[in-house]
């Protein structure tokens, strides 16, 4: 049976690309007839019109969103809904950037401490809405939106008052030490050209280990467990509250971190003093429900939305907007949650005939 739930899955996410990219075709007809086809095929190939080089640059947009991806689909799997991944991403940026750019005297360990950073700033902002939700069942989607707008006001303030971190002429933060920027790790010499550096292969890892975690541990199992019903959960012995805390702090030290792969890449990269908040964390929102929340579903699934992005940019050849990327993104989510809807009601049917049987 779960094998087969399994399958469904990925059919229903297969579905959702399929349907997405005949909607995104038809906008380019409607658009531009005469250039059409050849822009719809940029979108599909437009990745690999450099190369090795365009092949990197898939990874290095791939990697925040995997990330931001991959804390919304733990918090679901854990029973919440992490909608706070913006602030939790600029949140992490921030304290990358300002290990980044104050505390230079670390030398190699720069980067990592930087990174370290991020983890923690993102954690402490998922710790909020986690409290709220353990302690007074306060909505987690309400509060993680409130603490969005309050990080990004409140980086926005520090970033601009404090003049060892603000670049007054180009209204945004200073560079990064270059011992904070995170080491190529030898993909310059495979993707040469590339923005691409050991940031992916980072963020590789870190699903690695919340898959490990959330499918072969006894905490992961208690995380999970406290999700599919709490009061059952705590009947038998397992502290809820904690779990729902630990839940959204691990939720919001993956987005932190996201932020902080992304402005230690030393591509140039700054922390904008503007108020809108960071397209990454709602990006994740996207990541997750395409890869089903499945920590290896969000990693195919993060790669294939920069694919998209990617050769999304090659659509100005051709005279189309690059907005009609976000189109085909947004269809490509309308049907996965319709997909889903499709998954549930086979899993029931065939659940039932199982029962049938039995």
């Known amino acids: 049976m779960k094998q087969t739930r399994d399958y469904t899955g990925i059919l229903s996410s297969v579905f959702a690309i399929v349907l997405g990219l005949i909607v995104g075709?038809?906008?380019?007809?409607?658009?531009?007839?005469?250039?059409?086809?050849?822009?719809?095929?940029?979108?599909?190939?437009?990745?690999?019109?450099?190369?090795?080089?365009?092949?990197?640059?898939?990874?290095?947009?791939?990697?925040?969103?995997?990330?931001?991806?991959?804390?919304?689909?733990?918090?679901?799997?854990?029973?919440?809904?992490?909608?706070?991944?913006?602030?939790?991403?600029?949140?992490?940026?921030?304290?990358?950037?300002?290990?980044?750019?104050?505390?230079?005297?670390?030398?190699?360990?720069?980067?990592?401490?930087?990174?370290?950073?991020?983890?923690?700033?993102?954690?402490?902002?998922?710790?909020?809405?986690?409290?709220?939700?353990?302690?007074?069942?306060?909505?987690?989607?309400?509060?993680?939106?409130?603490?969005?707008?309050?990080?990004?006001?409140?980086?926005?303030?520090?970033?601009?008052?404090?003049?060892?971190?603000?670049?007054?002429?180009?209204?945004?933060?200073?560079?990064?030490?270059?011992?904070?920027?995170?080491?190529?790790?030898?993909?310059?010499?495979?993707?040469?050209?590339?923005?691409?550096?050991?940031?992916?292969?980072?963020?590789?890892?870190?699903?690695l280990v919340i898959w490990v975690l959330l499918n072969k541990t006894t905490f992961g199992y208690e995380l999970r467990a406290v999700g599919f019903n709490r009061d059952a959960s705590k009947y038998a012995g397992i502290n809820e509250k904690k779990s729902i805390i630990l839940s959204m702090m691990i939720a919001g030290a993956i987005a932190g971190l996201a932020g902080g792969l992304l402005y230690l890449a030393g591509t140039g990269k700054h922390i904008e003093v503007k108020d809108v908040l960071a397209s990454e964390g709602f990006t994740g929102i996207s990541v997750a429900l395409l890869g089903l929340s499945n920590p290896i579903g969000i990693l195919f699934s993060g790669i294939f939305i920069a694919y998209l992005t990617a050769g999304g940019f090659y659509l100005q050849l051709f005279e189309f907007s690059t907005e009609i990327i976000d189109i085909i993104v947004a269809v490509i989510i309308y049907f996965s949650a319709f997909a889903l809807m499709v998954k549930t009601f086979i899993a029931k049917v065939q659940k039932q005939k199982g029962g049938n049987k039995s």
């Open 25 to 207: 075709l038809i906008i380019l007809f409607l658009s531009n007839s005469r250039q059409a086809i050849p822009g719809f095929i940029t979108i599909l190939t437009g990745a690999f019109t450099h190369g090795a080089k365009g092949v990197g640059q898939v990874f290095y947009y791939a990697t925040p969103i995997i990330l931001t991806g991959l804390s919304v689909g733990f918090a679901f799997k854990t029973g919440l809904f992490n909608i706070g991944t913006p602030g939790q991403f600029i949140m992490g940026g921030f304290g990358a950037v300002y290990v980044g750019i104050l505390w230079t005297s670390l030398g190699p360990a720069h980067w990592v401490t930087a990174l370290v950073a991020s983890a923690v700033m993102g954690s402490l902002w998922g710790l909020v809405p986690g409290l709220l939700k353990a302690y007074f069942n306060v909505n987690e989607v309400i509060a993680s939106i409130m603490m969005n707008y309050i990080g990004m006001y409140l980086v926005n303030w520090v970033v601009k008052s404090y003049k060892p971190l603000f670049n007054n002429l180009r209204n945004e933060s200073r560079n990064v030490a270059a011992t904070a920027n995170i080491p190529k790790m030898g993909l310059d010499k495979i993707f040469p050209g590339s923005s691409v550096n050991g940031g992916i292969l980072i963020a590789i890892l870190v699903v």
